[in-house]
């Protein structure tokens, strides 16, 4: 890779992690306003009819933008740029179709979904109305295929950039204008802003690639051979695991409110703790590893290229400072959750409740951010199969565990589930990871010391904001995140520093 290549891989890195730091933020923005227009049973009632339509958008758009991505490459590597407008056309009807089907069958059945799956007939307009937008996300995912094999991925980044802004204006405009009073209203407002911002997102998405075909292919065309074999023999796998994983976490989230219902709760109620958790402590503990992800990303091809290489060291080196990284910043979040769990309650939400559930959660968020960065190291290292199989035994031991014992025990019990298949899952990834990579781990040096420094710098700078004059809770949050961050990566970098002349003194 020459120095101007490697120079442009890095400042794309770079953006995209900024973009999905955006977008993280503003989607947590946006949950908190929805939070306060529409209130936790709202909350969980949105988040179902997501879960269902979760599963519509996987069987329309899964898979598609590897295949595109892949025969895209192949193409330009075996200098038949001719054939770019031809194959991207077939991928364009392939997906088009595709998407138009499950959109009919999605508009069909909507109130037989509704009314068994959400248990509320009146949310079936909320169903159709996403579905209208289910082709424009899957032409957008396969246009995202061809930008990253043509080195363009910063035109999906504006693309996810205007169609986060023009949902939540267009959302903010609909309550102004129409004060929806009932919750279902409420979500249908929600819906039909998303599904305008899905349709725009395209339109953009669509002239952007009109300029890049001018760009990379030229006035000769020739007809794309094999592009339904591609396609069929990329994506099908792909699509089958992910709807089978898709399945089981739409079933999980569609039996919480449920079986919380034969618990002995009132369906408000039920939907209100399932939109506590899922709608919104679950993002909050989710938004830091919106860092983590990029960068995850990345290690994939630079992993991929040592293992072709046969380079072990590197391989066991980039995997061991990636995992331990990794584990160091869940360890500082989870402290930070721990000790500051109500306080981002309030700042996102203006709820003590959702913040009582990131408290409780504090103690798994170091397993699931090190998921993160473990699945993209074993996808590196063609072990993409053996994650697919952990993850799908996950999701199947969730759905298995909500049924046996949310009836019978309650909220408590689900919380208990996710600690069960969080370490379950990471513990069986770590593995296998530790396994084909020589990585090393010692449980002091990488779990007990940082973890240790993390309570005194999260606690300590708890204490110091409290001195201060921080009424605004965004403020009392950012100043406890970033000076307490601060504290604990000077911290940890003398940790990992006398780790490192510790191996060091031993090799010597």
């Given at each position: 890779m020459?120095?101007?290549?490697?120079?442009?891989?890095?400042?794309?890195?770079?953006?995209?992690?900024?973009v999905s730091l955006f977008l993280r933020v503003t989607n947590m923005g946006y949950r908190s306003y929805l939070s306060q227009k529409i209130g936790p049973a709202g909350m969980g009632l949105y988040q179902l009819i997501l879960s269902v339509f979760l599963l519509a958008v996987t069987l329309s758009t899964s898979g598609i933008s590897l295949a595109v991505t892949r025969m895209v490459s192949a193409a330009i590597a075996a200098q038949r740029r001719e054939t770019l407008r031809s194959l991207v056309a077939r991928c364009f009807a392939f997906c088009l179709a595709l998407s138009l089907g499950i959109a009919v069958c999605l508009f069909l059945f909507a109130d037989f979904?509704?009314?068994?799956?959400?248990?509320?007939?009146?949310?079936?307009?909320?169903?159709?109305?996403l579905g209208v937008g289910l082709p424009f996300m899957s032409l957008c995912t396969c246009m995202k295929g061809y930008f990253l094999a043509v080195d363009?991925?910063?035109?999906?980044?504006?693309?996810?950039?205007?169609?986060?802004?023009?949902?939540?204006?267009?959302?903010?405009?609909?309550?102004?204008?129409?004060?929806p009073e009932s919750i279902e209203a409420a979500c249908m407002a929600a819906m039909a802003a998303s599904t305008l911002g899905e349709a725009v997102s395209f339109l953009a998405s669509w002239a952007s690639y009109r300029r890049s075909l001018k760009r990379h292919t030229p006035a000769r065309r020739e007809k794309s051979q094999g592009v339904l074999h591609g396609l069929s023999h990329i994506a099908l796998p792909c699509t089958l695991s992910s709807a089978a994983r898709s399945l089981l976490n739409t079933g999980e989230n569609l039996l919480i409110p449920r079986e919380l219902q034969g618990f002995g709760l009132g369906y408000s109620a039920a939907l209100s703790q399932y939109g506590l958790l899922q709608g919104m402590a679950m993002p909050m503990l989710y938004f830091p590893s919106s860092f983590l992800a990029s960068f995850a990303s990345l290690l994939i091809p630079k992993v991929a290229k040592e293992r072709e290489l046969d380079h072990k060291k590197a391989v066991a080196y980039i995997s061991g400072k990636a995992v331990r990284s990794a584990?160091?910043?869940?360890?500082?979040?989870?402290?930070?959750?721990?000790?500051?769990?109500?306080?981002?309650?309030?700042?996102?939400?203006?709820?003590?409740?959702?913040?009582?559930?990131?408290?409780?959660?504090?103690?798994?968020?170091p397993l699931i951010y090190l998921d993160v960065v473990v699945d993209s190291l074993l996808k590196g290292l063609d072990e993409q199969l053996n994650s697919m199989k952990y993850n799908f035994a996950d999701s199947?031991?969730?759905?298995?565990?909500?049924?046996?014992?949310?009836r019978r025990l309650g909220m408590e019990s689900y919380v208990g589930i996710l600690?069960?298949?969080?370490?379950?899952?990471?513990?069986?990834?770590?593995?296998?990871?530790?396994?084909?990579?020589?990585?090393?781990?010692?449980?002091?040096?990488?779990?007990?010391?940082?973890?240790?420094?993390a309570v005194c710098s999260t606690a300590g700078w708890r204490w110091a904001a409290g001195l201060l004059p921080l009424g605004n809770p965004f403020l009392r949050v950012g100043v406890q995140a970033l000076c307490g961050g601060a504290a604990f990566a000077l911290g940890y970098r003398m940790i990992a520093r006398a780790w490192e002349y510790r191996l060091g003194s031993k090799k010597g």
């Open positions: 020459t120095h101007t290549a490697k120079r442009k891989f890095f400042i794309q890195g770079a953006v995209l992690t900024l979904a509704a009314a068994t799956f959400l248990g509320d007939p009146q949310a079936a307009p909320c169903l159709r109305v363009e991925s910063l035109s999906t980044a504006v693309s996810d950039t205007l169609e986060q802004l023009l949902t939540i204006g267009a959302t903010v405009v609909l309550f102004w204008r129409f004060a584990l160091a910043y869940g360890l500082f979040f989870a402290a930070l959750f721990m000790a500051c769990g109500e306080d981002w309650g309030l700042a996102f939400y203006r709820s003590e409740s959702a913040g009582a559930y990131l408290r409780v959660l504090s103690p798994i968020v199947f031991l969730r759905v298995t565990l909500v049924l046996l014992l949310l600690f069960f298949s969080t370490i379950f899952n990471a513990a069986l990834s770590l593995h296998r990871l530790m396994k084909v990579s020589c990585l090393r781990l010692s449980l002091w040096w990488h779990v007990a010391l940082p973890l240790l420094w």
